[in-house]
Nanobody
Framework: QVQLIESGGGLVQAGGSLRLSCAAS????????IGWFRQAPGKEREFVAA????????YYADSVKGRFTISKDNAKNTVYLEMNSLKPEDTAVYYC????????????????WGQGTQVTVSS
């Protein structure tokens, strides 16, 4: 079983940047697709970005395209979400998730979830 631990959240002003990390324990990411999702208060959890550890295309929600970048560090078995030009509407709890199989963008398609990290963007 994969355990995921997110970190890097915090409070930032609009226009600022944050980098979230998602570290895996128990197994390596090598056979997994990894996704980032977020959930704002009173809203459903939504897709942000995803890719497969082994390579291939990266997918982004339209709302973050051009501002957010998903990447990885093989040696650290860690996935990152670099968030730039942050907006107040990016305020949410951010989750990383994994699944065995191809990249997916739906919440229900992912099997393992981290505990989430809060990102708050002030105006």
């Amino acid at each position: 079983q994969v355990q995921l631990i997110e970190s890097g959240g915090g409070l930032v002003q609009a226009g600022g940047s944050l980098r979230l990390s998602c570290a895996a324990s128990g197994r390596t990411f090598s056979n997994y697709a990894i996704g980032w999702f977020r959930q704002a208060p009173g809203k459903e959890r939504e897709f942000v970005a995803a890719f497969h550890w082994r390579g291939g295309p990266t997918y982004y929600a339209d709302s973050v395209k051009g501002r957010f970048t998903i990447s990885k560090d093989n040696a650290k078995n860690t996935v990152y979400l670099e968030m730039n030009s942050l907006k107040p509407e990016d305020t949410a709890v951010y989750y990383c998730a994994t699944r065995v199989g191809p990249v997916a963008t739906m919440v229900w398609e992912y099997d393992y979830w981290g505990q989430g990290t809060q990102v708050t963007v002030s105006s």
